[in-house]
Structures are given as structure tokens and as C-alpha cells.
T-cell receptor, first 112, second 114 residues
């Protein structure tokens, strides 16, 4: 049972425009959500997180929105830059333990 | 500051061989994890540890073993390699279980079993 889902395996966006990456989840008990970014041949790196008590968190060009009623979160990147080309994973902790559940990832390509 | 260091970067094993994937971190983190990533899939948790001497199974532990004798090191052992273990393996660590303590990942070990 995939508790965290990223239904778009890939996304291409023009440089300077907005990139929107989506993530759906099934477990309403998740305490928080995280986004990780991964370049080829490197490990994932933490990008931004949001607590379940908030509906928005912003860090520079990156904003994450949480819609709890729809069990949906999205990552907005504005403006998109070539260095943003990477695979993005959303993740959430299983309730009551230390295990993070990851989505399958979305490959973002920024077109110059 | 090296962070999380994994060795080797690449390895090819024959079916039935064994090997140990090394992981060390220099951030004095209590929690350490092993994940595997298969093509088109998310990261799956193999084993994790909340401190020296304490380990526990993740989602996909079969075929693997771990130990945590020190805070810094968390090796992953494959005893009888199988083609299904062909994957990219990532070690990670964090200080505590909290959204303010995100995982720090190593750069991975790409393992092929033929």
C-alpha cells in the first residue's frame, strides 16, 4: 500500500516559469511532510518541510502547500532555474515510529 | 565536514557471494538508516538504528543484516547475494525523530548482482 504517491514521473518546465510538483497521501495521521531533491549519482538532500498544523511553508524560491482535507501537498518553485533539474521526492513519517515513507519521485527538467 | 560516507561506490557481485556495504557519519547522529532505491521506485527502508547496539527492521529487511557497534558506523551485510538485490543503496542519519531533523544521505552504493 503506497501511503505517499507522486503520480507524475516527470515534468518539464521553461526556465523562469513556475514548477509545481504534487504529492498525495493516504494516512491522515502523518505529523509532517518533507521534500528531498536528488541529483544523479548523489544522495537525496533535504529541501523543505511542513508540519501538519500548517498549510504553507516558504523558503526562498521554494514553497510547500498542504491541503489536509484533500490529503495533498505541492511544492512550488518560482522562478525555476536550470540547477533545479533533479528528481524530487516527497516523504512522510509513519505514525509513531522513525520510518520515513517516500514517494516514487518526480523528475523535473528545466528547459533553458 | 564529510557528513555520511559510503563505500564502495560501485560493486558487482556474483549470485551467492557476500559483501558488506560500509557507512560512517561524523555528525554524532544517533539515528542511522539503510535504504534501497530501485528504478522508478521510491526509497525503501531496509534497517535502521536509534543508537549504538540497537537495530530494527524496516520494510524490506530480508537478505540483509546490520550491526551498530559505534555511533559512527552502520554497516550493511549481504550474506547470499541474489539478483533481486541489484539496487542503489543509501545510508542516512539524523539526530532525532523530528521534522526539524531531516535525514542526511550518503552518495550511495550501486550494486549489481549477476
Amino acid at each position: 500500500d503506497q501511503q505517499v504517491k507522486q503520480n507524475s514521473p516527470s515534468l518539464s518546465v521553461q526556465e523562469g516559469r513556475i514548477s509545481i510538483l504534487n504529492c498525495d497521501y493516504t494516512n491522515s495521521m502523518f505529523d509532517y511532510f518533507l521534500w528531498y531533491k536528488k541529483y544523479p549519482a548523489e544522495g537525496p538532500t533535504f529541501l523543505i518541510s511542513i508540519s501538519s498544523i500548517k498549510d504553507k511553508n516558504e523558503d526562498g524560491r521554494f514553497t510547500v502547500f498542504l491541503n489536509k482535507s484533500a490529503k495533498h501537498l505541492s511544492l512550488h518553485i518560482v522562478p525555476s532555474q536550470p540547477g533545479d533539474s533533479a528528481v524530487y521526492f516527497c516523504a512522510a513519517p509513519n505514525f509513531g515510529n522513525e520510518k520515513l515513507t517516500f514517494g516514487t519521485g518526480t523528475r523535473l527538467t528545466i528547459i533553458p | 565536514n564529510a557528513g555520511v560516507t559510503q563505500t564502495p561506490k560501485f560493486r558487482i557481485l556474483k549470485i551467492g557471494q557476500s559483501m558488506t556495504l560500509q557507512c560512517t557519519q561524523d555528525m554524532n547522529h544517533n539515528y542511522m538508516y539503510w535504504y534501497r532505491q530501485d528504478p522508478g521506485m521510491g526509497l525503501k527502508l531496509i534497517y535502521y538504528s536509534v543508537g549504538a547496539g540497537i537495530t530494527d527492521k524496516g520494510e524490506v529487511p530480508n537478505g540483509y543484516n546490520v550491526s551498530r557497534s559505534t555511533t559512527e558506523d552502520f554497516p550493511l551485510r549481504l550474506e547470499l547475494a541474489a539478483p533481486s538485490q541489484t539496487s542503489v543503496y543509501f545510508c542516512a542519519s539524523n539526530q532525532q525523530y523530528s521534522y526539524n531533523s531531516p535525514l542526511h544521505f550518503g552518495n550511495g552504493t550501486r550494486l549489481t548482482v549477476t
